[in-house]
């Protein structure tokens, strides 16, 4: 059975952290780009930061450069984001997906995330003010 579980969310004040887990199972993780996107409330869903497990490549969305880092860990098939100077902006269900291909999906309109291969259920941020 594919899983991609988030863990970490939490609510913090704005200028704090907070890092977001992914454990992924039931798939060849080095064999597809995974990363993180989120939706805020009333707002459509948005990439944010994905990374391809084989050959290490990142995208990040131009809101969140400079101050979110994802990272992998192929040997426990783990994907983190690092989350630093967090803004009331930066609040939302943050979701774990996968795709097959490449991080491309991740800097596409959102009628293209009907096409990833796997999501995860997420994880409320909440940075308050």
């Known amino acids: 059975e594919v899983q991609l579980v988030e863990s970490g969310g939490g609510l913090v004040q704005a200028g704090g952290s907070l890092r977001l887990s992914c454990a992924a ?6 064999d597809y780009a995974i990363g ?11 990439g944010v930061s994905c990374i391809s497990s084989s050959d290490g490549s990142t ?6 450069k400079g101050r979110f880092t994802i990272s992998s860990d192929n040997a426990k098939n783990m994907v983190y984001l690092q989350m630093n100077s967090l ?12 795709d097959s291909v490449s991080c491309t999906s991740w800097s596409l309109p959102p009628h293209y995330y009907s096409y990833m291969d796997y999501w995860g259920k997420g994880t409320l941020v909440t ?3």
């Open 25 to 30: 199972s039931g798939f060849t993780f080095d």
């Open 36 to 46: 993180w996107f989120r939706q805020a409330p009333g707002k459509e869903r948005e």
């Open 59 to 64: 995208y990040y969305a131009d809101s969140v």
């Open 87 to 98: 803004k009331p902006e930066d609040t939302a269900v943050y979701y774990c997906a996968a």
């Open 127 to 129: 940075v308050s003010s």
